[in-house]
């Protein structure tokens, strides 16, 4: 067909009659080169249909091929500059990411190198006097006793223990008891348990923070090892989040952009609106995201009418991750959130030590954090922030959530002055319907539905404390008028009638009838000032969430 057309192409001088003639003469040609015999290919009585409909065209008619196959290029979008750039970029990134693990490896080993037993003695003596400090309220926890013996094979074995993982556990706390034949006993009968759960924990929190605070004076070749120990955590964290970009590009360079029926389809509706894009790329995980790339601002209304016709489902502008050349439209919620707060700062304080964060992130979750600094004021106040300010810049970066807050944690650990912070965090995804609750140091989250209150609690310690691996994770689900409440410790400690303090606040919730966020939340604050007599002792925060279904 091609030397059929290029025959009439030599003849079209002629005009039409000279293509109508280079197309038979071409169709003889062909037919005698195949077959060896002039019996055409193309019958002479289709060439004369043909013949007939191409002179009865006027000359005038002009027909635009684009309206037949449209303007968009189907084609994969990158060329060979780009591809190269980007293999180069993948190179790069590899070998960045490579070079990062060998000085983590490297800090690695020096932090594992051991010092004397003269330094040994001098840093457990300052970690003691500390710790000894730090029990004098606690005379009557049950533990206290076989701690506050200095001379104990318990204390040696728990600051043996200090020195290799710079945090003790529950589980560690009670094996070092068990192997110094001072076994503790009582976990079958409830009472009694949960009176022991609570001394053990409060030994623990004591044993802990003695042994940060002690640091601080340790000799400074361990300081400088720690400092290597933390580094190791940071540069493994980059190194994989480099890792995961490098993987992301070359998975764009091997694999084309063919365009997908949905995708062709909305490009051709939209041109049709008359609103012209340069490119639409559909993903979906749970939901739907549509990048959708353009030279100009468009109709954004519009836009989304036609990607719900095309998805069949309702689609909306992710406003907070579009730019002005690309627009981010996703699924939408299927229930919608309330969100309120109350706080107070300790008396004769002039800035509080809580802080929280409410902010969407790019795969349409909601990211809810509140971060308390242990102590009050200013410093406290920088600690928060300083964690949380980190934790929306690691998430919005591409780290992991267990990556982002031990690089928290390592960070803080790192400066010289005390700086610890609790991290409650909930990524909440309104489309699924689910929350994830994510607790270092934190206080119990409470969910409230209707009279039920569950209560979601740790025991983890704050960030910066200790370098911890045990982050813990709670899942649940969201239910159409379900509360969840969020506070500090200022709230939580500010009743001292209960043994069980996190009792109080599930039993005011259950008594409490109203739905509105904002009078739950100031309800559970005033309760809590009223709880010492009308003074705010502590820093004091709390967040109600309300969650509703959407009407569909």
């Known amino acids: 067909m091609q030397f059929l057309g290029m025959v009439a192409g030599i003849l079209n001088r002629f005009g039409k009659i000279g293509v109508i003639v280079g197309f038979c003469i071409g169709n003889v040609i062909l037919a005698y080169a195949s077959n060896g015999y002039t019996v055409e290919l193309i019958y002479f009585k289709e060439i004369l249909l043909a013949s007939i409909i191409l002179l009865a065209i006027p000359k005038n008619i002009n027909i635009d091929i ?70 004098e309220p606690y005379k009557d926890n049950l533990l206290y006793e076989d701690v506050a013996n200095a001379e104990g094979k318990i204390v040696d074995e728990i600051f043996s223990l200090l020195l290799e993982k710079q945090e003790i556990e529950r589980e560690d706390l009670l094996k070092i008891f068990a192997d110094c034949n001072s076994y503790i006993v009582g976990f079958d009968d409830k009472e009694v348990s949960e009176y022991l759960e609570e001394n053990i924990l409060q030994i623990l929190r004591v044993i802990n ?44 360079v091997t694999q084309e952009k063919n365009y997908t029926k949905q995708e062709i389809e909305i490009i051709e509706i939209l041109k049709q609106k008359e609103i012209e894009v340069e490119e639409v790329s559909i993903t979906k995980k749970d939901r739907y995201v549509i990048n959708i790339y353009t030279k100009k601002l468009e109709d954004n209304q519009m836009i989304e009418d036609v990607l719900s016709k095309v998805l069949k489902e309702k689609i909306i502008l992710n406003e907070e991750n579009s730019t002005k050349t690309e627009l981010v ?51 406290a106040n920088e600690s928060s922030m300083q964690a949380l300010a980190m934790l929306q810049s690691l998430l919005a970066s591409g780290f992991d959530k267990n990556t982002s ?138 967040i109600i969430c309300k969650f509703m279904q959407k009407n569909r």
């Open 209 to 252: 923070i003695s042994y940060k605070i002690s640091k601080n004076n340790f000799i400074w070749k361990r300081k400088l090892e720690e400092n290597k120990k933390n580094m190791e955590t940071q540069l493994k964290g980059v190194s994989n989040v480099i890792s995961g970009i490098a993987k992301d590009i070359e998975k764009e």
């Open 66 to 135: 684009e309206e037949f196959v449209g303007g968009s290029k189907f084609l994969p979008i990158s060329r060979e500059r780009s591809l190269t750039r980007e293999k180069e970029t993948v190179e790069k990134l590899n070998h960045v990411s490579e070079t990062i693990k060998k000085m983590a490896s490297t800090y690695s080993e020096e932090a594992k190198k051991v010092y004397t037993a003269e330094e040994r003695e001098e840093n457990k003596q300052i970690f003691i006097t500390e710790l000894l400090n730090n029990l």
């Open 405 to 542: 807050i031990e690089l928290i944690t390592s960070s803080l650990i790192s400066k010289n002055e005390e700086i610890f912070a609790t991290l409650d965090i909930a990524i909440i995804d309104l489309y699924k319907g689910t929350i994830e609750m994510i607790k270092s140091g934190a206080c119990p989250t409470y969910i409230k539905k209707n009279k039920r209150v569950q209560i979601i609690k740790s025991n983890s310690l704050p960030a910066g404390m200790i370098n911890q691996d045990n982050i813990q994770v709670f899942d649940t689900d969201i239910q159409n008028e379900e509360i969840m409440l969020m506070c500090t410790d200022g709230i939580l400690d500010s009743n001292i009638e209960y043994k069980n303090k996190e009792l109080w606040i599930k039993y005011l919730l259950e008594d409490i009838e109203t739905k509105n966020t904002k009078k739950i939340a100031d309800i559970v604050l005033n309760e809590a000032i009223d709880n010492n007599f009308g003074k705010t002792k502590d820093d004091m925060s709390v």
């Open 329 to 379: 439209y996703i699924s939408d919620d299927k229930y919608v959130i309330g969100f309120a707060t109350a706080d107070s700062s300790k008396n004769q304080s002039e800035v509080s030590g809580d802080n929280f964060i409410n902010t969407r992130l790019k795969d349409g979750k909601y990211l809810i954090a509140l971060s308390d600094g242990i102590g009050t004021g200013r410093k």
